[in-house]
Every structure is written in C-alpha cells, then in structure tokens.
C-alpha cells in the first residue's frame, strides 16, 4: 500500500521542481487536529476491504482519507502523512479493523485533488477557476456499515461528493 501511494505521489510532485516532497502512511495523525503548521485535507473514497478471519470482502465509497501537509520553504522539503480509515467484517463477531485497498486510479484523483491543496496553502497559489469534478470510481450496494465503520466510531465520517 505505502509503495503505491508513494509511487503515485511522485509522479505528482515531481511537479514541484527543485522541493523534495515525501509520503508517508500514519495512522497516528488526528483528523481535525493537524500539527501547528500542519494544513489538512480531508475526503471520502471508494476502496475494498478483506476481512482477515473470514476472507470476507466488501467495497465502501465512505472510506475517509485523512492527509497532513506541511513545506519548510527554506528547506524546500514537504512531508505528507497520510491516514486511512479502516473498517472490519459484519460477519466475524471477532473481526479486527482492516487497512483499505484503493486502485491505482482512485489514489490518483485523491492526490491529484491533494496537490491542488499543497499548491494553495503552500506556494500560494489561486484555486483554479474551473473546478473539476474529480469523482472516484466504484459501486456499492447496501447502506454504510456504522458499527464496522472507525471513521464512524469516531465521528469524523462524511459523505459528501467533490471535496
Ligand atoms: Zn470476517
Ligand atoms: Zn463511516
């Protein structure tokens, strides 16, 4: 997973010539309270999940993805933590909280929004005039699993489209 976010936040910010950007994944990081001189993004996505015990799997478009920035401009570095909310098995009365599984496409459009973030808050840039709309891909049927959802457990879970 960290490899894949890796690679693709790479692609990104290769973009921002002569700053030497990193990711990193930490489940440590508390959504609405980033670091002082920390800036957040916050956003629901669609993944997969596996259930360890049973092999279970389900998908979730209410997956939330905490991110953390922050860029030293002396120092021309940034660092991003990422934290993704993990969700558990209906199924298994033991089940434990999984990690998400995202497609490569869909961690793209997250970072791709992610960047526009970056862009604003630290190298000042305007929002784009034209927002577009950058929808993350997958289906769902059924209603969103509360009691199975750590986003929820903690009531910080969202569903709101285009943020
Ligand atoms: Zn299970
Ligand atoms: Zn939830």
Redesign the pocket.
Known sequence: MAEQWNRIFGNWAGELEGDAWTLELDNSIKPDRPQRGWNQYIRNAFARFR??????SWPSKRVQVVFHFSFNSTQHRGTVKVRQFKQ?????SK?QMEEPSFSSENIDVMVEKLMEKIRIRCYGEKPPEVNRNLHVNGKVEGPHERLHCEACLMGICKNEKNI
Do not use: E, P, T
């Open positions: 259930c360890s015990l049973c092999r279970n558990k098995c209906r199924r298994c089940a």
